[in-house]
């Protein structure tokens, strides 16, 4: 079979890197087409992976030269590039949000559902790392009983000021949707948000860092500490409580260093993508493979879509400072093939 012919919309830092990743790191692919706003940036991107620029996404993706798209543009344009994709009946790996809203999400589970196959999978990075996928595996297998409590601490460097409350809700806590649901294979109901003292770093009317506990539907507790301007490091933490036992991830517990000044200490991630590079780099593999089949292998439009669902209800409960529900329409049944 040849090489998977792969158009990248959208070349920023997210999209640079797996273009990047798809000409140098993953076998049976190459980068054909690329997309973006930015000419300039657009063409260097093309420039490094011997790939030629379209500037209209849309011919992108209808390019007689793409097999599979990956997005990577602003959330905006997600829902007509998904659908554009689906018209053609080709995969596409598609970087949070699947939308915007929660409605037009479930547009596009309705409009794949018609579709003998599933085209269609999420950049939920990490779902492929090592420890996430190993916790999985250990919650399943029951050894340490029912799980009971989620805690999660997310903590970013820093951020832009306009990367306000909403948004580390829609950009940063989708991804603790996502593992919650993951880890513990049922739905999220209903989401909280407590606003404690906002961190001076965080511009007027930013709450920053904020505490949001999620219920799911067997009456399990997620807790995630989100925090946009920590000032530290890039930080990722998931710990299980479960009836027999309990286990952490994301301990960064990488070599011990001492210095001539006599600091010693652990390196500390920069941000995600150093921390999270091989799974990056492992759901490009996989999709790659599922894609040259046409299908894909990990988390598929349903996920995307709950994830928009349960930021949602977080937006909500980040303006009203209540307990806000989690509405999720009926699962549409696949067409037969």
């Not at 554009?84 to 598609?94: F, G, Q, W």
């Not at 809203?101 to 269609?120: F, G, H, K, M, N």
Request: glycine content about 8%.
């Amino acid at each position: 079979m040849s090489a998977l012919r792969v158009a990248v919309l959208g070349v920023g830092v997210m999209g640079g890197y797996h273009a990047l990743a798809l000409a140098e790191r993953v076998a049976h692919a190459r980068v054909t087409v690329v997309s973006d706003a930015d000419s300039e940036r657009a063409e260097g991107v093309a420039d490094a992976v011997g790939a030629r620029v379209e500037a209209d996404p849309l011919a992108a993706i209808n390019a007689d030269d793409v097999d599979a798209v990956v997005i990577a543009s602003p959330g905006f344009a997600h829902e007509q590039q998904v659908l554009a994709c689906l018209d053609r009946r080709i995969p596409v790996l598609c970087e949070k949000p699947l939308t915007l809203a929660a409605d037009t999400a479930y547009r596009i589970v309705e409009r794949e559902s018609l579709l003998p196959a599933p085209l269609v999978q999420l950049g939920f990075m990490r779902r492929f790392d090592a420890e996430y996928a190993a916790l999985r595996s250990l919650v399943a297998s029951g050894e340490l009983g029912a799980p009971l409590l989620l805690h999660c601490v997310h903590r970013n460097p820093a951020q832009s000021d306009a990367f306000n409350s909403e948004m580390m809700m829609r950009d940063s806590v989708v991804h603790e949707a996502d593992v919650a649901r993951f880890l513990l294979d049922e739905e999220i109901v209903a989401v909280t948000v407590k606003r404690p003292r906002a961190t001076r770093e965080a511009p007027a009317g930013v709450s920053d860092p904020m505490l949001v506990l999620f219920e799911t539907e067997s009456g399990r507790l997620v807790d995630v500490e989100i925090s946009g301007r920590s000032r530290v490091a890039y930080e990722v933490r998931t710990e299980l409580v479960a009836e027999r036992g309990n286990v952490m991830i994301g301990l960064d517990q990488g070599p011990l260093v001492a210095r001539a000044d006599g600091v010693r200490g652990r390196l500390q991630t920069g941000g995600f993508i150093e921390r999270f590079a091989t799974a990056y780099d492992t759901e490009l593999h996989r999709w790659v493979r599922a894609a040259r089949r046409g299908t894909v292998d990990g988390p598929g439009t349903w996920d995307g879509y709950a994830a928009v669902a349960v930021c949602a209800a977080g937006v909500e409960a980040v303006r009203t400072g209540e307990r806000v529900p989690v509405h999720l329409d009926a699962r549409p049944v696949r067409a037969a093939a």
